[in-house]
């Protein structure tokens, strides 16, 4: 890049907030997902948002590509930039929990805060903020804002989406926009916020963010139900909704899953299990908790659990969960390569698309482990390979596209909580039609004139 | 409007849907905002998705201003016809309820479905959707989502925003735009219902929607406190908030709305009151319910409460609540106009609030009641006036605008729920920026080039 307009970002945050020596560079030219890398112009790191808006404004005017990056967990390539001439805007140091307000039942944070020091702070304060992405303890508000992303509450608790009040964020012009509002109903202009979320970092730069709190659970109970048959497990998920409990985590694991985590774990898994459920019910009243445990026990029992471990505390609990936190490193330590997907179905469509991953890998002579959020039907089918061996990896590509044809026949979506990203772009006109795939880039455009915004990302 | 162009339309949607002679189209020419009626130039009533989009169509490409209406319920002017030369398409007939899912917890409407004939379609599944605007039992859904419509039950179940998953929307084009998902997750494409949600008919015509359904509450248990001062009713609202709790229903009602009320109904009302609560708690568990009840009860004497009478069954139940039902009809009697203001701000800010209407009712000698969902902060101060008295109706302008102030100034917002419209345009700025403002017109304009829908609502 220029000399002279490497300066120019200088003089908005200091020398030690730019970076233009290639090797700091290239530790920003890739993120979690399984695409090329590519190597940006340079990195800029402000740290406050008046910082922002001028790097974002110096950019713009100056036709620079802008990827604005929190932890680059995103799983879709969405935090890969765009191209050689791009512009890496860091918002680590925007990491300021700027308001938490008990009364309220709201706080306002800048979007670099790490989602899980914020559910922290939050806590301490005796409130809940409970979207928790797998990624939380790394991954910031910011990010998950603009990917809507979701985690293991979704089901009980809702994603982002249901969490935010307002923001303010940085026009192309470098202008601040200020939508929402700190109370519980507010339709004072467009819904702007709402259109930000889950945009990918295609329309705007977070500047801060409004985020509901809600009152926290006061009990909770959590099991793991053992199955022989995968089915059975589907079965059980929907006998609880039907019953009208909504656990605030509904997990399921398939045998390959199980066989890897206790490789890796030992922690005495049923890898003779054809799948698990790992399921959590929480409440503000500790008998009504109780009630809901029977009844989901009762439902597993009758959908054909083989048998089911109740946690009888904190500590018990966790030690089940480990097979569910375990599930995504124990699958990456196979092969080199570890494709996470999340093409989402409703609930009830669940065996069938179980049965779809399974009659893929097959087709396709891949390894492909299934575990994810039963509950909200999002799961995460992870194809285990190597991305060096070509002739394999075509077929993963085709295992891939096939995976989406299946969701999208059993009315489901391309993408439950990851994103599109540059991944998936190009499938968008299949779920929707050319001319949603137009509007949003009308959209898009009117937005971003100079495409500079995160280009080759979301919509192409 | 020209012969031949009604014909085109009469070829869409059959003679009988379209309504040219000027009696019928008088009957259009007005919401429930206290503002200038303006009779369209034609009115359309289409059956079908298909007709309705065509019709849309067929008015853009023929540079006719186009307003959509359901009921006509609006508050605030948004269904008032943007001129002479308007068209009024009226989605009455796309009254269908395509899809109640049980398994997957969603439903797919036609816009022009009744909101309370919805919610008592899903309630005959043994489902739930919560929200509750006052206009239910006329309003639409595509009018609650065009303005993101609350109700009562906001601060426990949210409002329309929280159940919106999807939509089909017409644009300028009249082209099919689909975005969302039966799926819990989704995250594909922009959130374009998202942006869609209170754009108060000025982005693009809803063709069908998706929504959220819930498991009902099993119990509930509802009372009466009543106060000899407000400032200790708005107490008891942050101390139920504080002990977690919360209720469906927070209502309060002032001693002039009491007044008036109790002249209306005869129904044995506290008159000599300052203020009285309406509190109802609910749940899926009686005893859970039973506790929360027992708390808030402790808590209402705690803070003054001069008595509580608990509705011991249903019927005493609905006897309370028709002092919230019948709080605008009673007020609506007193003079011939009545001005019903929305303007929000945080629940901690209540009292604050409160006395500023009070302040500005005696500052311009106006009679204003309040009553409204003190649990989310949105309250509804209500001037009662006639506007054919020019001198008496500018105090009631220039009391608005220090309504408005007023709850910006505690970080309110101008609209909870009834929207911008016509009536409250022009503070778009104060309350966000003219960077907002401007912003909000571009997007306004990529969407529709030509301002034809819905001119002169929402931003202007």
């Not at 492909?368 to 089918?381: C, R, V």
Request: net charge negative.
């Amino acid at each position: 890049m220029n000399v002279n307009l490497i300066k120019e970002f200088v003089a908005i945050v200091g020398k030690d907030q730019v970076f233009a020596d290639e090797v700091d560079r290239q530790a920003y030219s890739y993120d979690a997902a399984v695409l090329m890398p590519q190597v940006p112009a340079l990195v800029v790191m402000p740290e406050t948002q008046e910082q922002l808006g001028k790097t974002v404004k110096l950019a713009y005017e100056n036709g620079l590509p802008i990827t604005v990056r929190g932890a680059g967990s995103n799983l879709s390539g969405a935090v890969i930039p765009s191209s050689a001439d791009t512009v890496v805007i860091l918002t680590n140091r925007l990491n300021r929990i700027l308001e938490i307000n008990e009364e309220d039942l709201y706080a306002v944070v800048e979007p670099g805060v790490i989602t899980s020091v914020f559910a922290e702070a939050v806590s301490a304060r005796g409130l809940f903020y409970p979207p928790d992405p797998g990624s939380q303890t790394i991954s910031t508000i910011g990010g998950n804002v603009a990917l809507n992303a979701g985690g293991l509450r979704g089901l009980k608790y809702g994603v982002t989406k249901d969490y935010l009040m307002g923001m303010d964020f940085f026009d192309c012009n470098g202008d601040l926009i200020k939508t929402g509002s700190r109370t519980v109903k507010c339709v004072t202009g467009y819904n702007l916020s709402g259109m930000m979320l889950a945009s990918e970092g295609t329309l705007g730069v977070f500047s801060q963010i409004i985020l509901k709190l809600v009152p926290p659970p006061k009990d909770s109970k959590a099991m793991m139900a053992v199955y022989d048959d995968i089915a059975d497990a589907s079965e059980t998920v929907a006998a609880i909704i039907a019953a009208h409990i909504l656990p605030c985590t509904l997990e399921i694991l398939d045998k390959k899953c199980l066989t890897y985590i206790e490789a890796y774990t030992h922690a005495g898994l049923p890898v003779d299990a054809a799948a698990i459920l790992l399921i959590e019910v929480d409440g503000s009243h500790a008998q009504a908790v109780e009630e809901d445990a029977d009844k989901v026990i009762e439902l597993c029992k009758k959908c054909g659990a083989k048998y089911i471990n109740i946690a009888k505390d904190a500590a018990e609990k966790n030690k089940l969960w480990e097979a569910r936190r375990n599930a995504l490193p124990a699958l990456a330590r196979a092969r080199p390569t570890t494709v996470l997907e999340d093409a989402t179905v409703p609930r009830s469509k669940i065996p069938a698309m179980v049965a779809a991953v399974n009659r893929i890998s097959e087709k396709y002579s891949l390894e492909i482990g299934t575990f994810g959020h039963a509950g909200d039907g999002n799961l995460h089918p992870t194809i285990l390979c190597d991305r060096r061996n070509k002739e394999e990896f075509k077929r993963v590509e085709d295992a891939i596209d096939e995976i989406f044809d299946a969701a999208l026949n059993l009315q489901g979506t391309l993408s439950g909580e990851h994103g599109i990203g540059i991944a998936k772009a190009k499938w968008m006109e299949k779920e929707t039609n050319r001319a949603t795939v137009n509007f949003s880039k009308k959209l898009r455009l009117a937005l971003d004139p100079k495409y500079l915004f995160n280009a080759g990302k979301k919509i192409v």
